[in-house]
Protein backbone atom coordinates (compact mmCIF):
# COMPACT_ATOMS: atom_id res chain seq x y z
CA UNK A 1 0.00 0.00 0.00
CA UNK A 2 1.81 3.41 -1.10
CA UNK A 3 2.71 6.00 1.24
CA UNK A 4 2.01 3.35 4.13
CA UNK A 5 5.06 1.93 5.42
CA UNK A 6 5.26 1.93 9.20
CA UNK A 7 6.95 5.36 9.75
CA UNK A 8 4.21 7.09 7.66
CA UNK A 9 1.57 5.01 9.86
CA UNK A 10 3.17 5.91 13.30
CA UNK A 11 3.35 9.31 12.30
CA UNK A 12 -0.43 9.19 11.29
CA UNK A 13 -1.68 7.64 14.02
CA UNK A 14 0.49 10.01 16.18
CA UNK A 15 2.14 6.57 17.52
CA UNK A 16 5.28 5.54 19.35
CA UNK A 17 7.85 3.15 17.05
CA UNK A 18 9.16 -0.31 18.68
CA UNK A 19 11.58 -2.47 16.90
CA UNK A 20 13.60 -3.26 14.31
CA UNK A 21 14.22 0.34 12.57
CA UNK A 22 15.19 -1.08 9.60
CA UNK A 23 11.68 -2.08 9.01
CA UNK A 24 10.31 1.29 9.12
CA UNK A 25 10.78 2.03 5.04
CA UNK A 26 8.70 -1.42 4.59
CA UNK A 27 5.11 -0.54 3.36
CA UNK A 28 2.18 -2.99 4.41
CA UNK A 29 0.34 -5.04 2.07
CA UNK A 30 -3.00 -4.31 4.21
CA UNK A 31 -5.12 -3.45 6.92
CA UNK A 32 -7.29 -5.45 8.99
CA UNK A 33 -8.99 -5.74 12.53
CA UNK A 34 -10.33 -9.29 12.07
CA UNK A 35 -7.42 -11.71 13.07
CA UNK A 36 -8.81 -14.23 10.62
CA UNK A 37 -7.94 -12.00 7.92
CA UNK A 38 -4.92 -11.51 8.26
CA UNK A 39 -2.08 -12.20 5.48
CA UNK A 40 1.29 -11.65 5.33
CA UNK A 41 2.74 -8.21 5.14
CA UNK A 42 -0.68 -7.08 7.09
CA UNK A 43 -1.30 -3.97 9.61
CA UNK A 44 -3.47 -5.38 12.71
CA UNK A 45 -5.51 -2.98 14.91
CA UNK A 46 -6.88 -4.46 17.64
CA UNK A 47 -9.90 -3.31 18.66
CA UNK A 48 -11.05 -3.47 22.15
CA UNK A 49 -14.99 -4.42 21.84
CA UNK A 50 -17.75 -5.35 24.61
CA UNK A 51 -16.84 -9.53 24.69
CA UNK A 52 -13.55 -9.64 22.63
CA UNK A 53 -10.20 -7.39 23.02
CA UNK A 54 -8.36 -7.45 19.80
CA UNK A 55 -4.78 -7.55 21.66
CA UNK A 56 -5.49 -10.99 22.68
CA UNK A 57 -4.86 -11.93 19.39
CA UNK A 58 -1.86 -9.94 18.84
CA UNK A 59 0.54 -13.17 19.28
CA UNK A 60 -1.50 -15.18 16.93
CA UNK A 61 -1.73 -12.18 13.62
CA UNK A 62 2.37 -12.13 14.24
CA UNK A 63 2.58 -15.89 13.54
CA UNK A 64 0.59 -15.68 10.41
CA UNK A 65 3.30 -13.26 9.02
CA UNK A 66 1.84 -9.59 10.03
CA UNK A 67 4.59 -7.11 9.66
CA UNK A 68 3.48 -4.57 12.73
CA UNK A 69 0.09 -4.35 15.03
CA UNK A 70 -0.73 -1.49 17.01
CA UNK A 71 -1.02 -1.25 20.47
CA UNK A 72 -2.50 0.38 23.28
CA UNK A 73 -0.55 -1.15 26.08
CA UNK A 74 3.20 -1.77 26.20
CA UNK A 75 4.15 -5.27 24.69
CA UNK A 76 6.70 -6.99 27.22
CA UNK A 77 9.73 -9.15 25.42
CA UNK A 78 8.67 -8.76 21.86
CA UNK A 79 10.73 -9.36 18.86
CA UNK A 80 8.45 -7.90 16.69
CA UNK A 81 7.65 -4.00 15.54
CA UNK A 82 4.70 -2.60 17.22
CA UNK A 83 3.37 1.01 16.91
CA UNK A 84 2.06 2.43 20.35
CA UNK A 85 -0.94 4.47 20.05
CA UNK A 86 -3.56 6.14 22.96
CA UNK A 87 -6.36 4.32 21.19
CA UNK A 88 -6.99 1.74 18.44
CA UNK A 89 -10.35 3.40 16.84
CA UNK A 90 -9.23 6.66 16.56
CA UNK A 91 -6.09 5.24 15.30
CA UNK A 92 -7.66 3.28 12.38
CA UNK A 93 -9.71 6.75 11.54
CA UNK A 94 -6.60 8.65 12.04
CA UNK A 95 -4.47 6.19 9.12
CA UNK A 96 -7.34 5.77 7.15
CA UNK A 97 -7.66 9.51 6.60
CA UNK A 98 -3.71 9.61 6.32
CA UNK A 99 -4.37 7.06 3.01
CA UNK A 100 -7.27 8.14 1.84
CA UNK A 101 -5.26 11.92 1.24
CA UNK A 102 -2.45 9.85 -0.70
CA UNK A 103 -4.72 8.63 -3.32
CA UNK A 104 -5.31 9.88 -6.38
CA UNK A 105 -9.15 8.60 -6.78
CA UNK A 106 -12.74 10.06 -7.12
CA UNK A 107 -14.46 9.56 -4.19
CA UNK A 108 -18.63 9.53 -3.90
CA UNK A 109 -20.07 9.78 -0.80
CA UNK A 110 -23.24 8.76 -0.35
CA UNK A 111 -26.16 9.35 2.52
CA UNK A 112 -29.75 9.60 3.51
CA UNK A 113 -32.03 7.59 5.47
CA UNK A 114 -33.35 5.56 3.29
CA UNK A 115 -32.08 3.76 0.02
CA UNK A 116 -28.25 4.36 0.90
CA UNK A 117 -27.05 1.21 -0.31
CA UNK A 118 -29.46 0.22 -3.04
CA UNK A 119 -28.29 4.10 -4.36
CA UNK A 120 -24.99 3.05 -3.64
CA UNK A 121 -25.35 -0.28 -5.84
CA UNK A 122 -27.19 1.93 -8.83
CA UNK A 123 -24.31 4.67 -8.77
CA UNK A 124 -21.12 1.65 -8.80
CA UNK A 125 -22.77 -0.16 -11.64
CA UNK A 126 -23.27 3.48 -13.53
CA UNK A 127 -20.14 4.44 -12.85
CA UNK A 128 -18.50 0.46 -13.83
CA UNK A 129 -19.45 1.14 -17.34
CA UNK A 130 -16.50 3.74 -17.75
CA UNK A 131 -14.27 2.98 -14.63
CA UNK A 132 -12.97 0.59 -12.18
CA UNK A 133 -15.08 0.70 -9.07
CA UNK A 134 -14.53 -0.06 -5.47
CA UNK A 135 -17.66 0.17 -3.73
CA UNK A 136 -18.54 -0.27 -0.19
CA UNK A 137 -19.59 -4.48 0.83
CA UNK A 138 -22.08 -5.22 3.25
CA UNK A 139 -22.71 -2.70 6.32
CA UNK A 140 -19.00 -1.25 6.32
CA UNK A 141 -20.43 2.06 6.34
CA UNK A 142 -19.54 3.24 9.89
CA UNK A 143 -16.65 4.55 11.80
CA UNK A 144 -15.00 1.30 11.97
CA UNK A 145 -16.38 -0.04 8.51
CA UNK A 146 -15.60 2.75 6.43
CA UNK A 147 -11.85 3.18 7.26
CA UNK A 148 -11.56 -0.66 6.59
CA UNK A 149 -13.68 -0.12 3.23
CA UNK A 150 -11.05 2.73 2.51
CA UNK A 151 -7.98 0.61 3.29
CA UNK A 152 -9.38 -1.98 0.31
CA UNK A 153 -8.87 0.53 -2.50
CA UNK A 154 -6.11 -0.21 -4.31
CA UNK A 155 -4.14 1.42 -7.58
CA UNK A 156 -6.27 0.16 -10.12
CA UNK A 157 -9.53 1.58 -8.68
CA UNK A 158 -10.52 4.98 -10.42
CA UNK A 159 -13.80 5.51 -8.38
CA UNK A 160 -14.66 4.37 -4.85
CA UNK A 161 -18.37 4.80 -4.17
CA UNK A 162 -18.42 5.26 -0.19
CA UNK A 163 -21.79 4.57 1.87
CA UNK A 164 -22.16 6.39 5.43
CA UNK A 165 -24.58 5.38 8.04
CA UNK A 166 -25.04 7.48 10.97
CA UNK A 167 -27.59 7.78 14.27
CA UNK A 168 -25.71 10.76 16.13
CA UNK A 169 -24.38 14.48 15.55
CA UNK A 170 -20.74 14.40 14.77
CA UNK A 171 -20.48 11.19 13.11
CA UNK A 172 -21.22 12.21 9.64
CA UNK A 173 -18.26 15.18 10.30
CA UNK A 174 -15.87 12.25 11.33
CA UNK A 175 -16.78 10.21 8.57
CA UNK A 176 -16.69 12.61 5.89
CA UNK A 177 -12.80 13.86 7.33
CA UNK A 178 -11.69 10.29 6.54
CA UNK A 179 -13.79 10.04 2.61
CA UNK A 180 -13.49 13.18 1.85
CA UNK A 181 -15.59 12.75 -1.17
CA UNK A 182 -15.59 14.66 -4.54
CA UNK A 183 -19.23 13.59 -4.92
CA UNK A 184 -22.27 14.06 -2.66
CA UNK A 185 -25.07 12.09 -2.56
CA UNK A 186 -27.81 12.77 -0.02
CA UNK A 187 -31.17 10.55 -0.77
CA UNK A 188 -33.45 11.66 1.38
CA UNK A 189 -34.36 12.77 5.13
CA UNK A 190 -36.79 10.39 6.93
CA UNK A 191 -37.37 9.05 10.31
CA UNK A 192 -34.68 7.10 11.82
CA UNK A 193 -32.63 7.22 14.78
CA UNK A 194 -34.89 9.77 16.52
CA UNK A 195 -33.67 9.22 19.74
CA UNK A 196 -30.51 10.65 18.95
CA UNK A 197 -31.57 12.84 16.58
CA UNK A 198 -34.90 14.18 17.60
CA UNK A 199 -36.69 15.03 13.81
CA UNK A 200 -36.02 15.25 10.64
CA UNK A 201 -34.40 18.89 10.63
CA UNK A 202 -31.91 16.80 13.36
CA UNK A 203 -31.65 14.46 10.58
CA UNK A 204 -30.61 17.00 8.77
CA UNK A 205 -28.22 19.05 10.40
CA UNK A 206 -26.67 15.45 11.00
CA UNK A 207 -26.70 14.40 7.13
CA UNK A 208 -25.01 17.53 5.71
CA UNK A 209 -22.25 17.20 7.95
CA UNK A 210 -20.84 15.54 4.71
CA UNK A 211 -20.34 19.33 3.59
CA UNK A 212 -17.59 19.72 6.25
CA UNK A 213 -14.84 17.73 4.74
CA UNK A 214 -15.57 17.67 1.27
CA UNK A 215 -13.16 18.37 -1.08
CA UNK A 216 -12.59 22.58 -2.62
CA UNK A 217 -13.92 21.48 -5.69
CA UNK A 218 -16.80 19.22 -5.43
CA UNK A 219 -19.85 18.60 -6.64
CA UNK A 220 -23.48 18.20 -4.67
CA UNK A 221 -26.22 15.67 -5.39
CA UNK A 222 -29.48 16.07 -3.62
CA UNK A 223 -33.08 14.45 -3.79
CA UNK A 224 -34.92 17.51 -5.22
CA UNK A 225 -38.21 16.12 -4.12
CA UNK A 226 -37.49 15.80 -0.37
CA UNK A 227 -38.70 18.69 1.17
CA UNK A 228 -35.66 19.41 3.83
CA UNK A 229 -32.77 18.47 1.31
CA UNK A 230 -35.06 20.79 -1.03
CA UNK A 231 -33.99 24.12 0.98
CA UNK A 232 -29.68 23.26 0.36
CA UNK A 233 -28.30 26.13 -1.15
CA UNK A 234 -25.14 26.91 -1.94
CA UNK A 235 -22.97 25.26 0.09
CA UNK A 236 -19.00 26.72 0.42
CA UNK A 237 -19.66 27.83 -2.89
CA UNK A 238 -20.72 24.56 -4.60
CA UNK A 239 -24.71 25.10 -5.77
CA UNK A 240 -26.19 21.85 -5.63
CA UNK A 241 -27.86 19.47 -8.36
CA UNK A 242 -31.17 18.07 -7.57
CA UNK A 243 -33.28 14.92 -9.12
CA UNK A 244 -36.34 14.09 -8.62
CA UNK A 245 -39.58 13.54 -10.78
CA UNK A 246 -40.70 17.67 -12.26
CA UNK A 247 -38.79 19.47 -14.95
CA UNK A 248 -37.18 21.99 -12.84
CA UNK A 249 -34.86 19.54 -11.48
CA UNK A 250 -31.64 19.05 -12.59
CA UNK A 251 -32.61 14.89 -13.50
CA UNK A 252 -35.81 13.90 -13.75
CA UNK A 253 -37.76 11.18 -14.81
CA UNK A 254 -41.74 10.65 -16.36
CA UNK A 255 -43.03 8.11 -18.42
CA UNK A 256 -42.63 5.87 -15.26
CA UNK A 257 -44.50 1.95 -15.57
CA UNK A 258 -44.38 -1.00 -13.08
CA UNK A 259 -43.47 -3.89 -14.82
CA UNK A 260 -44.91 -5.64 -11.52
CA UNK A 261 -42.16 -7.55 -9.71
CA UNK A 262 -40.11 -7.42 -12.84
CA UNK A 263 -39.03 -3.79 -12.71
CA UNK A 264 -39.99 -0.28 -13.46
CA UNK A 265 -39.06 1.59 -16.64
CA UNK A 266 -39.71 5.41 -17.22
CA UNK A 267 -38.08 8.45 -19.60
CA UNK A 268 -34.24 10.25 -17.90
CA UNK A 269 -33.87 13.55 -18.89
CA UNK A 270 -30.29 15.11 -18.12
CA UNK A 271 -30.14 18.24 -19.49
CA UNK A 272 -30.79 18.39 -23.22
CA UNK A 273 -30.27 14.59 -23.42
CA UNK A 274 -32.84 12.12 -22.23
CA UNK A 275 -33.33 8.37 -23.21
CA UNK A 276 -35.79 5.43 -22.20
CA UNK A 277 -34.48 3.06 -19.32
CA UNK A 278 -35.52 -0.50 -17.45
CA UNK A 279 -34.55 -0.70 -14.23
CA UNK A 280 -34.40 -4.30 -13.24
CA UNK A 281 -35.98 -3.81 -9.51
CA UNK A 282 -38.98 -2.91 -8.71
CA UNK A 283 -40.03 -0.03 -6.68
CA UNK A 284 -40.63 3.50 -7.29
CA UNK A 285 -37.93 4.60 -4.78
CA UNK A 286 -35.89 2.83 -7.51
CA UNK A 287 -36.20 5.40 -10.01
CA UNK A 288 -35.12 8.18 -7.43
CA UNK A 289 -31.81 5.97 -7.43
CA UNK A 290 -31.12 5.75 -11.15
CA UNK A 291 -31.74 9.73 -10.93
CA UNK A 292 -29.31 9.93 -8.74
CA UNK A 293 -26.77 7.22 -11.06
CA UNK A 294 -27.40 9.29 -13.34
CA UNK A 295 -26.49 12.88 -12.26
CA UNK A 296 -23.21 10.98 -10.79
CA UNK A 297 -22.31 9.50 -14.19
CA UNK A 298 -22.79 12.74 -15.75
CA UNK A 299 -20.60 14.86 -13.50
CA UNK A 300 -18.16 12.06 -14.09
CA UNK A 301 -18.20 12.50 -17.63
CA UNK A 302 -20.45 9.22 -18.55
CA UNK A 303 -22.25 9.28 -21.64
CA UNK A 304 -25.98 8.70 -21.75
CA UNK A 305 -25.44 5.18 -23.30
CA UNK A 306 -23.31 4.54 -20.90
CA UNK A 307 -25.20 5.73 -18.04
CA UNK A 308 -28.05 3.19 -19.44
CA UNK A 309 -26.21 0.53 -19.70
CA UNK A 310 -25.18 0.70 -16.08
CA UNK A 311 -28.97 1.13 -14.74
CA UNK A 312 -29.83 -1.80 -16.86
CA UNK A 313 -27.14 -4.14 -15.58
CA UNK A 314 -28.36 -3.39 -11.58
CA UNK A 315 -27.87 -6.45 -9.94
CA UNK A 316 -29.95 -6.72 -6.10
CA UNK A 317 -28.46 -7.85 -3.17
CA UNK A 318 -28.89 -10.14 -0.50
CA UNK A 319 -31.54 -8.07 1.75
CA UNK A 320 -31.89 -5.32 -0.57
CA UNK A 321 -35.46 -5.78 -2.48
CA UNK A 322 -34.23 -9.14 -3.75
CA UNK A 323 -36.41 -11.33 -5.87
CA UNK A 324 -36.06 -14.93 -4.86
CA UNK A 325 -38.32 -17.47 -6.96
CA UNK A 326 -38.61 -20.94 -5.20
CA UNK A 327 -40.88 -23.72 -6.64
CA UNK A 328 -43.24 -22.01 -3.55
CA UNK A 329 -42.94 -18.83 -3.03
CA UNK A 330 -42.16 -15.64 -4.46
CA UNK A 331 -39.79 -14.05 -1.87
CA UNK A 332 -39.21 -10.62 -1.89
CA UNK A 333 -35.72 -10.27 0.72
CA UNK A 334 -35.77 -6.83 1.97
CA UNK A 335 -34.69 -7.87 5.55
CA UNK A 336 -31.40 -5.91 5.99
CA UNK A 337 -32.77 -3.19 7.74
CA UNK A 338 -35.98 -1.34 8.39
CA UNK A 339 -37.66 2.06 9.30
CA UNK A 340 -40.96 3.34 8.47
CA UNK A 341 -40.51 4.91 5.13
CA UNK A 342 -38.58 2.00 3.65
CA UNK A 343 -41.00 0.05 4.75
CA UNK A 344 -44.04 1.37 3.18
CA UNK A 345 -41.80 1.88 0.29
CA UNK A 346 -41.55 -2.61 0.37
CA UNK A 347 -45.16 -3.16 0.79
CA UNK A 348 -45.92 -0.42 -2.15
CA UNK A 349 -43.61 -3.15 -4.09
CA UNK A 350 -45.36 -6.04 -2.76
CA UNK A 351 -48.57 -4.08 -4.06
CA UNK A 352 -47.51 -4.47 -7.36
CA UNK A 353 -47.68 -8.31 -7.29
CA UNK A 354 -50.12 -10.43 -9.48
CA UNK A 355 -50.72 -12.91 -7.14
CA UNK A 356 -51.67 -13.35 -3.15
CA UNK A 357 -49.96 -10.83 -1.05
CA UNK A 358 -48.01 -11.99 2.11
CA UNK A 359 -45.84 -9.25 4.28
CA UNK A 360 -44.16 -10.48 7.03
CA UNK A 361 -42.89 -7.39 8.92
CA UNK A 362 -40.55 -7.14 12.18
CA UNK A 363 -39.68 -4.96 14.25
CA UNK A 364 -38.30 -1.60 13.26
CA UNK A 365 -35.43 -0.14 16.18
CA UNK A 366 -34.29 3.42 17.27
CA UNK A 367 -37.22 5.05 16.52
CA UNK A 368 -37.42 7.20 19.71
CA UNK A 369 -40.81 8.17 21.74
CA UNK A 370 -42.88 7.41 18.91
CA UNK A 371 -41.99 4.06 17.97
CA UNK A 372 -45.68 2.42 19.15
CA UNK A 373 -47.10 5.20 16.58
CA UNK A 374 -44.77 4.57 13.64
CA UNK A 375 -45.20 0.81 13.74
CA UNK A 376 -49.17 1.41 13.48
CA UNK A 377 -49.00 3.48 10.66
CA UNK A 378 -46.86 1.27 8.65
CA UNK A 379 -50.03 -1.34 9.80
CA UNK A 380 -52.42 0.96 8.34
CA UNK A 381 -50.62 1.43 5.19
CA UNK A 382 -50.11 -2.20 4.75
CA UNK A 383 -53.96 -2.17 4.62
CA UNK A 384 -54.36 0.73 2.47
CA UNK A 385 -52.24 -1.11 -0.03
CA UNK A 386 -55.03 -4.05 0.38
CA UNK A 387 -52.28 -6.81 1.15
CA UNK A 388 -54.07 -10.06 1.57
CA UNK A 389 -52.15 -10.96 4.79
CA UNK A 390 -49.99 -8.84 6.74
CA UNK A 391 -47.90 -11.43 9.14
CA UNK A 392 -46.03 -9.61 12.10
CA UNK A 393 -43.65 -10.65 14.13
CA UNK A 394 -42.18 -9.53 17.34
CA UNK A 395 -43.23 -7.33 20.40
CA UNK A 396 -43.03 -4.05 19.15
CA UNK A 397 -44.71 -5.24 15.53
CA UNK A 398 -48.08 -5.79 17.83
CA UNK A 399 -48.90 -2.24 16.94
CA UNK A 400 -48.00 -2.90 13.62
CA UNK A 401 -51.10 -5.48 13.64
CA UNK A 402 -53.31 -3.36 15.52
CA UNK A 403 -52.66 -0.73 12.29
CA UNK A 404 -53.58 -3.35 9.56
CA UNK A 405 -56.55 -4.35 11.49
CA UNK A 406 -57.84 -0.71 12.25
CA UNK A 407 -57.40 -0.43 8.07
CA UNK A 408 -59.40 -4.16 7.68
CA UNK A 409 -56.38 -6.31 6.70
CA UNK A 410 -56.24 -9.90 7.14
CA UNK A 411 -53.31 -9.95 10.30
CA UNK A 412 -51.56 -12.78 12.27
CA UNK A 413 -49.17 -12.01 14.91
CA UNK A 414 -46.66 -13.71 16.57
CA UNK A 415 -43.96 -12.95 19.46
CA UNK A 416 -40.94 -14.52 17.98
CA UNK A 417 -39.15 -15.80 14.39
CA UNK A 418 -39.89 -19.57 15.83
CA UNK A 419 -43.55 -19.65 16.79
CA UNK A 420 -43.80 -17.55 13.08
CA UNK A 421 -41.71 -20.49 11.55
CA UNK A 422 -43.23 -23.32 13.37
CA UNK A 423 -46.93 -22.12 11.69
CA UNK A 424 -45.85 -20.64 8.36
CA UNK A 425 -46.90 -23.73 6.59
CA UNK A 426 -50.46 -23.62 7.37
CA UNK A 427 -51.06 -20.11 6.11
CA UNK A 428 -48.56 -19.68 3.32
CA UNK A 429 -49.88 -20.93 0.30
CA UNK A 430 -48.03 -21.75 -2.91
CA UNK A 431 -47.50 -19.21 -5.66
CA UNK A 432 -47.80 -16.41 -2.77
CA UNK A 433 -45.77 -13.28 -2.80
CA UNK A 434 -43.67 -12.63 0.23
CA UNK A 435 -42.54 -9.69 1.47
CA UNK A 436 -39.75 -9.92 4.40
CA UNK A 437 -38.57 -6.64 6.36
CA UNK A 438 -37.50 -6.28 9.30
CA UNK A 439 -34.41 -4.29 11.26
CA UNK A 440 -31.63 -6.01 10.97
CA UNK A 441 -31.43 -6.21 14.70
CA UNK A 442 -34.46 -9.04 14.00
CA UNK A 443 -31.80 -11.58 12.01
CA UNK A 444 -34.64 -11.74 9.49
CA UNK A 445 -32.12 -13.55 6.97
CA UNK A 446 -33.11 -16.50 9.10
CA UNK A 447 -36.46 -16.52 8.25
CA UNK A 448 -35.92 -15.46 3.89
CA UNK A 449 -33.64 -19.03 4.39
CA UNK A 450 -36.12 -21.33 6.08
CA UNK A 451 -38.81 -19.76 3.72
CA UNK A 452 -36.68 -20.41 0.46
CA UNK A 453 -36.88 -23.98 1.74
CA UNK A 454 -40.27 -24.27 2.18
CA UNK A 455 -42.67 -26.61 0.55
CA UNK A 456 -46.42 -26.15 -0.18
Known amino acids: MKNMSLKEIALATRGQYFG??????????????????????????????????????????????????LSEQKLE?????????????????????????????????????????????????????????LKTEGNFNNEIGLPLTIFNIRDCHQVA????????????????????????????????????????????????EMFDFMQNDAKIILNGDDDKLST?????????????????????????????????????????????????????????????????????????????????????????NNLIETDSLMIIDDCYNANPISTKASLDVLALADNRKVAVLGDMFELGENEKELHFGVGEHAAKNNIDLVV?????????????????????????KQDFLAEAKNFLKKGDAVLVKASNGMAFKEIVEKLQLLEL
Do not use: W
Open 392 to 416: CVGALSLNTANGAKSGGANVLHFGS
Open 20 to 69: DESKLSQEVSGVTIDSRKIEPGFLFVPIRGERVDGHDFIPSVIEKGALCT
Open 232 to 320: VKEVKGVTPKFFGLSGDKNAFADNIRSLSLKGISCSIHLGNDSFDVVIPIPGHHMVYNALAGALVGQELGLTTDEIKAGIEALVPVSGR
Open 77 to 133: NVDYPYILVESCKQALKDLAEHYRNALDIKVVGISGSVGKTSTKEMIASVLSQKYNV
Open 161 to 208: VLEMGISNFGEMHRLTKMARPDVCVITNIGLCHLENLGDRDGILKAKT
